[in-house]
C-alpha cells in the first residue's frame, strides 16, 4: 500500500510572518497613496493656484484700466512738488496698479493693489494695502504685503531688488514712483517695520516711504513663512497720468 503524505502544518510563526508582511505592504501601499497625494496638493498649491489668482489679477487690472483715459506712450517728467493723495477705498477695492519694471520677465511684474491684507485680498495675485498705513504719496509710510509662493507668485522676487531699483505705483490719476533704499529680515510680531516711520513707532513722519512685505525664511528663503522679508522704498516723484509715463514703464512690455 502506498504510503499517504500530508502537507505540514503552518506553525504560528510563519503565520505571524504572513500577516506581518501583509502589513507592511498595505502600509506601503498606504504611503505611497500619501506621496502621490501629497504631491498633487503640492503642484495644486504652488502652481494651479497661481494660474486661477493670475487670470483673475488680469482681469482686474483690465476692468481697470477701461475706466481711465489711456495715459500717452511717452517719457513724462517727474514732479517733486505735492503729489495728489487718492481717497481710501472700501476694505477689498481695488485703488490701483503696482509696477516693478526690475521684475519684468521673472514674473508678473504688474499686479492689482486692493485694499487690505486679508487672505481673500492676496489670493488675487495682488499687492494688499494695509489699511492702518498711509496712502500712496501721503507723508508717511505707504505699506503693501504680497504672497511670495502660491497665488500668484506677487512678490517672489522681491530679495532681487537692489536700491535704486524703482517701484512705480499707478493709480487714476497719475503715477508715483518710488526707489528701493535697502531691506531687513524680521520676525512676524516686528509689526513696527510699517509704522509711519518704519521701526520707530510714534514717530512723526516727514518723509514719503513705501513698504513691501512678504514672507521668508533664513533657511527655507522663498519657501519659508518663519520671518518677514521687508523692502523699503522712498518717494522721487510724480507724474500726472495726462503727462504720460515714467520712463521705467515706457520700457516695460509688459505694462504696454
Known sequence: MAETTTAPRATRGSRAGRVALGGVGVLGELLIT???????????????????????????????????PEAPRVAGELRTDEPPVPEAVAPGEMFGVLVVPEWYGRTDNAMPILEGTTQSVLDKAAAGHYTETQQV????????AG?????????????????????????????YVYEVTGHEVVLPTQVEVVAPVPNEPGAVPTERLLTLTTCHSPTLGEYGNSHRWITYARFVGWMDRADGMPESVLSDPAVL
Not at 504631491?39 to 486661477?52: A, I, K, M, N, P
Not at 504719496?137 to 503693501?144: M, Q, R, S
Not at 517672489?156 to 531688488?161: D, G, I, K, M
Request: glycine share 10%; net charge negative.
Open 34 to 68: 500619501a506621496g502621490v497625494l501629497l504631491g498633487l496638493f503640492v503642484v495644486w498649491q504652488l502652481w494651479w493656484t497661481s494660474v486661477e489668482a493670475k487670470d483673475e489679477a488680469q482681469t482686474l487690472m483690465t476692468d481697470f484700466h477701461q475706466t481711465l
Open 137 to 144: 504719496g501721503e507723508v508717511g509710510n505707504f505699506a503693501l
Open 147 to 175: 504672497h511670495r509662493r502660491s497665488h500668484g507668485n506677487s512678490f517672489r522676487y522681491v530679495n532681487e531688488l537692489e536700491p535704486g531699483d524703482q517701484v512705480v505705483v499707478e493709480t487714476g490719476n497719475a503715477w
